[in-house]
């Protein structure tokens, strides 16, 4: 008696994932015959396992930094006839080079209004070269004005706030990374830079003891701001003692009699003078760096300035 399988023509067919996949996504294939008897079976030739039962996974790697062509051919006979013929069918599977995997990141969490920040990304697999195109919370561009292309890119940001940076890289293949653009991993955050202040002086004072006390010529302190500073700034100023001997310092408004050591926005630029006064000769030399103007505000800040004393003894005309 004839086997009922005799007349059957077996149609073989591959389901497979269509197109192109990434190296790390697993390849699907199925065995398919109709009509499907159970003494049907099918083998697989190609780069992946043998199937179990009709489905077939495995993954397709591919270790270039190129496209890489697979092909897979399913073989489908009557087991209880081997003589039969076999009919089969082949798929082609692209599989794409690894995805390229980026990462970036600033050279500061912080910054101030116009200070330089570097934006570095490091990029793996795909085909070198690469290249890059930033974008971000402001503008990062090169020295024309165009979205910067280079890696590392340096740029500085006119407003505070939290600052992002993204790229995306392209190999030479044309290939970017997955779901571009990559957000680097921190922000930078931009502040105003903080109000402040310095203290200029004039660099000597003078001492000349004709008797026993003396009082230097005048000094005088000013004030230099940046960044907005205009707290009140009130001087002081130290040591208490030059060569064992005590001395005073009294502040006037520039060029008055008018006792005041404090500095208001309005007297920066004037600024202040400043005498030093003792009751006792101190003894003749010249005294480098010796005086500390200190001036406290909501931040402190100093200056030095030297002293020179002389001992003048009178003439005395005889009659």
């Known amino acids: 008696m004839k086997s009922r399988f005799s007349s059957l023509i077996y149609l073989c067919a591959i389901l497979a994932i269509a197109g192109s996949v990434f190296y790390t996504r697993p390849a699907m294939a199925a065995i398919q015959c109709n009509p499907t008897p159970e003494s049907v079976s099918g083998s697989f030739a190609g780069d992946l396992a043998v199937p179990t039962g009709t489905a077939i996974t495995d993954a397709l790697v591919n270790t270039d930094p190129s496209s890489v062509d697979r092909t897979f051919t399913i073989d489908c006979y009557d087991t209880t006839k081997p003589t039969d013929p076999h009919f089969s069918s082949s798929v082609t599977i692209t599989v794409l ?3 390229i995997t980026v990462s970036c990141s600033p050279s500061s ?10 934006w570095t990304a490091e990029a793996s697999a795909g085909a070198p070269p690469y290249s890059y195109t930033w974008t971000g919370d402001s503008p990062i561009v090169d020295d024309a004005g165009k979205p910067s292309t280079g890696n590392p890119v340096t740029v500085r940001y006119s407003t505070a706030g939290l ?4 790229v995306t890289v392209t190999d030479s293949n044309a290939q970017t990374q997955l779901n571009p653009p990559t957000q680097c991993s921190s922000a930078v955050r931009v502040s105003s830079p ?3 202040y310095g203290l200029n002086a004039d660099p000597l004072a003078v001492m000349n003891f004709v008797g ?7 000094v005088a302190i000013y004030v230099v701001s940046s ?5 009140p700034v009130t001087l002081s100023a130290s040591p208490s003692k030059i060569a064992g001997v005590e001395v005073t310092y009294v502040f006037y408004n520039h060029g ?3 006792e005041n050591a404090t500095m208001t926005s309005d007297l920066y630029s004037k600024g202040i003078d400043m005498v030093i006064q003792a009751q006792t000769p101190i003894a003749k030399g010249h005294y480098p760096d010796k005086i500390t103007v200190t001036g406290a505000s909501s931040i402190d800040h100093s200056v030095t300035i030297s002293l020179d004393v002389n001992i003048i003894r009178p003439m005395f005309q005889e009659f």
């Open 109 to 118: 969490a912080a910054a101030s209004i116009n200070q330089d920040v570097t």
């Open 212 to 218: 026993q006390s003396a009082v230097s010529n005048r």
């Open 97 to 99: 080079p690894a995805p």
């Open 163 to 166: 600052k992002n940076a993204y």
């Open 194 to 196: 903080m109000a402040d």
């Open 256 to 258: 008055t009699s008018v």
């Open 227 to 231: 960044s907005g500073f205009t707290d």
